[in-house]
């Protein structure tokens, strides 16, 4: 039955199948005079709605409105009951079940192929919080929570503007998971919104339930070790990039919103850098080019130098390098290997565990393991301040899913500067960049440097925050 | 099969070229280096190396090996090093005076050639390398202490530049070389600089040291630093010592239509009086003018010392007045260029000497 | 397939690393080796004389901008002629190619690793040659513009650093008159010629301004004018004549100068910047014979001839030449006067004439050019 048939009963008798073993639907049944044909079957599942709303506003006003015991009862009576209150009816049997459990009121009347919807739905979720993933000391404190329409709401409470369109899609073929587009239609270029429309219709899953699942079915390079697409907690972030012309998507469920077309600078910048003053912004920027620098090819610079090119070191430092190594047992690669390995398991420990216990691990693997390293011989203290550097500028990086492909290449860069010293490490480096230059995001390139980009990426002042704000395929890329 | 092929291509490539790796703990870092010539033809290097011990300072220890050429030499090292000797870290190349009667370039060339050698190195001529680098083993001092000694000496005693690898061939590349290089002697258990030897192109002459050896400091092109001592003017036995700075030169040379070679030297200095022993009171400004032209005379004389010794005694031209013509006036350098040595024998140098005293210190 | 779009920075980065990539450790060399005290004086002609090729390859793109030179070769001699141009056009690429690729595979093999054989090196940029041009003439582009920025950087670090440094007098001035300073300018103008390649791309180049594009070859080739005076001044004024002893006298500069960095010497720096630049000659020398030999072949796509392509190139370098003295002669000698005479040159000037007297008869078929 595709929909619904104009005998109540066989629409029951449908429902009641179809929803057999969905022990959280409610089915309950109007009928005050017990008289046959006159009867309002409602449904609703429990756990999503306000039931107390149901049975005050619903339920006792039909019953204060029932019509008389002879006269039939239609849907007409439902605008009585609710004047104001948005009510609408469908007569396809997946949509209604759809809406059932987006925490609508069914309600099936005798004699009619359509069922009226109300809306009653009610979760209880978090509160909006501070976001986990992105701290900042200045700057709003909220963040997005897992329920979509609070996320529009905080979205739109900042941009009370007719241009901010949401349209929302719905994704997954099972779980019918809400998605908002969001976009400023006077600054978007019609371009890249079509590509992202049509790339969303195109998503064929089952199911989502993060909105990282369908940001690698977005990506243009799904299997590129670099992130395509960033992805934010923080509503104020949000709108300043969708100010400049940026898209948001907001899956439902996920309190990660992604932002598109990415470029490889704003996974290098914070929200914050706006807020402070210009010069803290501006020193910071540099700093995590460093950091990211220095997360890449610390390592493996310290391999090839050590093993390679002993002679661009200071002799002084040279010497306290080789007096270091004097009695340790393994060769340079091996032991930053052997240390890189151990940062990395003493992270993912860290990370999984509950606060108190994950900043116990962190302190007795930080000191007590790495100090015995260096006092049983097995790594020499150079190393593990190579590796310490190496972890803390990995963490320096504002966004969590940039520092992965670090983390990653940064084992390769190691592998071929043991082979191939710093030439091979220059060649990797060059190969990584072609790559990174290589990617596009909605055709917008990843990585491009151009005079104007240089101009924003030193005069730090977010395009969305001047006056003369340029779309960014107008002036800021290219 | 095609990223097989790609990987095959990477393995082969990886284990293939690991020749170059060298661990930190499997070289043994050269510091210094002496080269003595054997009888028969073979050279003898000392080298320092210095050899890391955990938790202490590393410890410098001289070796000597002997080998038909200097290369080999350093191959032979390690019949008994445990280690690859490693040149990047080398401070100081000794040669003996003996070596160095037989033209330093071809025995530099060993340095020069491989790419792993440092061209700021210190080249220096001694009478015995040998006895140099067992005593510094014997202070437990460095060859990067040597260098240092070198770079003070000719800072603080106007000895000219310190002359490393690179000056050295710098010079030698010059249409007329003037080469001095820092001598180092032994004085007791101390290696000492006090003077410089010099070189007739790239052979050894004689060193100059002492009195002789100052006026160099005024005459070499370089020099930022230097100090005086002279008789007091009022009381013979007492002295008075400046420190002369931004000197300030003016050099003119060429050859006049009889003939002669003409210098023309013009000195300023800045002095500053460094210690007086004599005249309690020098504020006035006639003293200081009298003092100045005491002062003037006395490098003059000094420098003429010098001079006078290049010109009469070794007859070199080690100040490089010849490359000055040349740069200057390339064509009267062609004619002369054959007989430079009697042309600068008779060579007439006028010195013209400036000073003005700019501070007397802290006491009134 | 969409075609790239070059702006004009890129455009520069790609003139720039095209010219310096090879140059900036070499050229000091060659010059001095000829020219002697006066190699500074014979950049400066070079440059000037490099302006004029500017000049005419402006002048083509002027009258063909979205034609690149095989088209151009078809339209203005016909079709015979014009392919035989085409084809000599791909040798002489990958005979430079073959230099280029020597250049790096000795000048890496004496510097950073001294004891590995030289075939890591060929299979190594072999690799990566390959692997760029798959990846297009786009990521080129911007590449090139970041490794621009570490040459320059490279390049001031050693101005700046080697100011102290500097004790020889550049004199005397043309002491052995003028012809040693022109033979001297050979090396540089055949260096700087090379900005002819970038008539290959002339389809990608960003449809905008002609103007931009003129002032930007030009902008560009004075700009590394000046870097190969002033490299070429400070390698005569610190190491004076010394550099003619000298295999890389530059490379001998950097490793004079000290800097109180954990990085204290600076020859590695200037090793790392080179390599880059190298890297990224290489591969837009290899693009550009790719696409010139897909075009001549009329094929739809060029990847397939890439890797065959590649593997000749490669053995024509690997075979080239035994030894560096033999490298630096060619270079120094036999390559100046090869390619002034065919197609840095002589060539595009012929191609500037027929077109200038033939402006109104040029055959208007509709030959398009496909990426």
Redesign the interface.
């Known amino acids: 039955m595709e929909k619904l048939s104009t005998s109540l009963e066989e629409n029951y008798k449908f429902f009641q199948q179809r929803l057999n073993h969905c022990e959280d639907v409610e089915f309950r049944i109007l009928n005050p005079y017990k008289k046959k044909d006159n009867e309002i079957i409602f449904l609703y599942c429990e756990n999503m709605i306000d039931e107390l709303m149901v049975f005050e506003t619903l339920f006792e006003k039909i019953i204060q409105n029932y019509p008389k015991k002879n006269e039939k009862i239609d849907k007409s009576i439902l605008k009585d009951v609710f004047p104001t209150t948005s009510i609408f009816f469908l007569d396809d049997v997946q949509e209604i079940i759809t809406y059932l459990f987006y925490g609508f009121c069914i309600i099936l009347f005798p004699n009619s192929n359509k069922a009226g919807l109300v809306c009653y739905s009610q979760k209880d979720f978090r509160q909006v919080g501070e976001p986990q993933s992105e701290v900042v000391i200045r700057g709003p404190r909220e963040g997005f929570v897992e329920v979509i329409r609070t996320n529009i709401a905080l979205i739109r409470s900042k941009l009370p503007n007719a241009n901010l369109k949401v349209r929302l899609k719905k994704i997954g073929t099972e779980s019918k998971t809400f998605t908002a587009v969001i976009y400023m239609e006077n600054k978007v270029p019609l371009d890249t919104l079509q590509k992202v429309l049509t790339r969303i219709d195109k998503i064929d899953i089952e199911s989502t339930h993060e909105s990282g699942s369908i940001e690698r079915r977005l990506e243009e390079h799904p299997f590129s070790l670099f992130p395509q697409i960033v992805h934010t907690e923080r509503p104020d972030k949000l709108v300043s990039d969708v100010m400049e012309g940026r898209i948001a998507i907001i899956v439902d469920g996920s309190p990660h919103a992604l932002i598109l077309p990415s470029t490889l600078k704003m996974f290098l910048q914070a929200s914050e850098d706006y807020y402070e003053r210009y010069w803290l912004g501006a020193a910071l920027r540099v700093v995590r080019v460093f950091a990211f620098l220095i997360a890449l090819l610390l390592p493996s610079f310290y391999i090839g130098v050590?093993?390679?090119h002993?002679?661009m070191l200071p002799?002084e430092l040279?010497?306290a390098?080789?007096?270091?190594?004097?009695?340790?047992p393994f060769?340079?690669f091996f032991e930053a290997l052997l240390m890189e390995v151990f940062f990395e398991l003493l992270r993912e420990a860290g990370i999984r565990l509950p606060m108190p216990v994950g900043s116990a691990v962190s302190i007795v693997g930080g000191l007590v393991i790495g100090d015995a390293a260096i006092q049983a011989g097995i790594a020499s203290p150079a190393m593990v301040i190579v590796v310490a550097l190496t972890g803390i500028a990995s963490f320096a990086i504002p966004r969590y899913s940039f520092a992965i492909p670090l983390r990653i290449l940064r084992f390769g860069l190691m592998?071929?500067t043991?082979?191939?010293?710093l030439f091979g490490l220059m060649i990797a480096i060059i190969a990584i960049f072609i790559h990174i230059t290589s990617l596009s995001s909605f055709g917008v390139p990843y990585l491009e440097l151009s005079y104007s980009s240089f101009k924003e990426m030193f005069y730090f002042v977010r395009p969305s925050h001047m006056k003369n704000n340029k779309k960014y395929t107008e002036g800021e890329f290219k | 099969m095609k990223s097989l092929g790609?990987i095959a291509?990477?393995l082969?490539?990886?284990?293939?070229?690991?020749?170059?790796?060298?661990?930190?703990?499997k070289?043994s870092?050269i510091?210094a280096v002496g080269l003595e010539k054997m009888p028969d033809n073979e050279y003898k290097i000392i080298i320092q190396y210095?050899m890391?011990?955990?938790?202490?300072e590393?410890l410098p220890i001289t070796k000597e090996v002997d080998g038909l050429s200097i290369y080999e030499a350093n191959n032979n090292l390690n019949e008994f090093l445990p280690r690859k000797p490693?040149w990047?870290?080398n401070?100081v190349i000794l040669l003996s005076e003996e070596l160095a009667k037989e033209g330093i370039r071809s025995q530099l060339d060993f340095f020069?050639r491989n790419?792993?050698m440092?061209?700021?190195t210190l080249v220096a001529i001694t009478e015995s390398p040998r006895k140099i680098l067992y005593n510094l083993q014997k202070q437990q001092l460095s060859g990067?202490t040597l260098k240092l000694i070198a770079r003070q000496a000719s800072a603080r005693k106007g000895l000219g530049e310190v002359s490393t690898l690179?000056k050295v061939?710098?010079n030698?590349?010059?249409k007329k070389p003037f080469l001095t290089i820092t001598h180092i002697f032994l004085d007791g258990e101390n290696p000492r600089i006090d003077g410089f030897s010099i070189f007739d192109k790239d052979k050894y002459i004689t060193t100059i040291k002492g009195d002789e050896a100052r006026g160099l400091g005024f005459l070499k092109?370089?020099n930022k630093y230097s100090s005086v001592t002279m008789n007091c003017l009022d009381k013979e036995n007492r002295q008075i010592t400046f420190n002369l700075t931004n000197i300030h030169k003016k050099t003119n040379a060429y050859v006049n239509d009889l003939g002669i070679f003409e210098i023309r030297l013009s000195l300023e200095f800045e002095a500053f009086l460094a210690e007086s022993h004599c005249m309690r009171n020098i504020s006035d400004t006639d003293t200081i003018k009298k003092l100045e032209k005491a002062l003037n005379k006395k490098i003059k004389e000094l420098a003429k010392k010098t001079i006078e010794h290049s010109q009469q005694n070794v007859e070199i031209d080690y100040f490089g007045f010849g490359n000055l013509l040349?740069?200057?006036?390339?064509k009267k350098w062609k004619e002369i260029e054959g007989e430079y040595e009697t042309v600068y024998k008779n060579a007439d140098i006028k010195l013209k000497i400036n000073t003005k005293i700019v501070q007397t210190g802290a006491v009134n | 397939m969409k075609i790239a779009e070059i702006n004009y920075l890129q455009l520069a980065s790609i003139i720039f690393i095209q010219i310096l990539g090879t140059s900036l450790l070499i050229i000091p060399g060659t010059v001095v080796e000829v020219a002697g005290v006066d190699g500074w004086i014979s950049q400066i002609v070079g440059t000037i004389m490099a302006l004029i090729v500017g000049m005419m390859v402006f002048y083509l793109y002027n009258n063909f901008p979205q034609d690149n030179l095989i088209i151009i070769f078809e339209k203005l001699f016909g079709k015979i002629i014009g392919n035989i141009f085409g084809f000599g056009f791909v040798i002489y690429c990958i005979l430079s190619l073959s230099t280029v690729i020597k250049q790096g595979c000795s000048i890496t093999g004496?510097?950073f690793?001294?004891?590995?054989?030289p075939l890591?090196f060929f299979?190594?940029f072999f690799?990566i040659v390959v692997y760029i041009t798959k990846v297009g003439m786009n990521a080129l582009a911007r590449t090139n513009v970041l490794v621009m920025l570490l040459l320059i950087t490279t390049f001031l670090v050693i101005i700046i650093t080697g100011v102290p440094l500097l004790?020889?007098?550049l004199?005397?001035l043309l002491?052995e008159g003028l012809f040693p300073v022109l033979k001297g300018s050979l090396s540089p103008i055949s260096w700087m010629g090379q900005v002819i390649l970038i008539t290959m791309i002339f389809p990608y180049l960003t449809s905008g301004n002609k103007k931009n594009i003129k002032t930007t070859i030009l902008m560009t080739l004075i700009v590394v004018g000046i870097d190969h005076t002033l490299i070429t001044m400070f390698t005569l004024g610190i190491?004076?004549?010394?550099a003619?002893?000298l295999l890389i006298p530059v490379y001998?500069v950097a490793?004079?100068i000290?800097i109180d960095l954990i990085w204290r010497r600076l020859d590695v720096m200037i090793m790392f910047s080179w390599v880059a630049g190298v890297t990224l000659k290489m591969s837009f020398w290899y693009f550009c014979t790719v696409l010139a030999l897909k075009q001549l072949l009329h094929l739809n796509k060029y990847e397939p001839i890439i890797i065959p392509l590649a593997f000749l190139t490669f053995v024509i370098a690997y075979y080239s030449t035994n030894n560096t003295v033999e490298l630096t002669f060619y270079l120094g000698k036999i390559y100046p006067i090869l390619s002034l005479f065919s197609y840095e040159f002589t060539i595009p000037l012929i191609m500037c004439l027929t077109l200038f007297i033939r402006r109104k008869r040029i055959s208007k078929d509709s030959k398009e050019f496909t990426p």
Do not use: M
């Open positions: 050590t093993t390679f002993l002679e002799t040279a010497l390098i080789a007096t270091q190594k004097e009695g340790t060769s340079a592998i071929i043991s082979f191939l010293g | 790609v291509i990477i082969v490539l990886l284990l293939s070229s690991c020749t170059n790796s060298e661990e930190v703990d070289l870092l510091s210095l890391p011990k955990k938790d202490q590393p490693y990047s870290h401070f020069r790419p792993e440092r061209q700021d990067q690179h061939y710098q030698l590349f010059f092109l370089k040349y740069l200057n006036h390339p | 004496y510097i690793l001294p004891e590995t054989s890591i299979i190594v690799l004790n020889v007098p004199k005397p002491s190491l004076g004549l010394e003619k002893d001998s490793k004079l000290e």
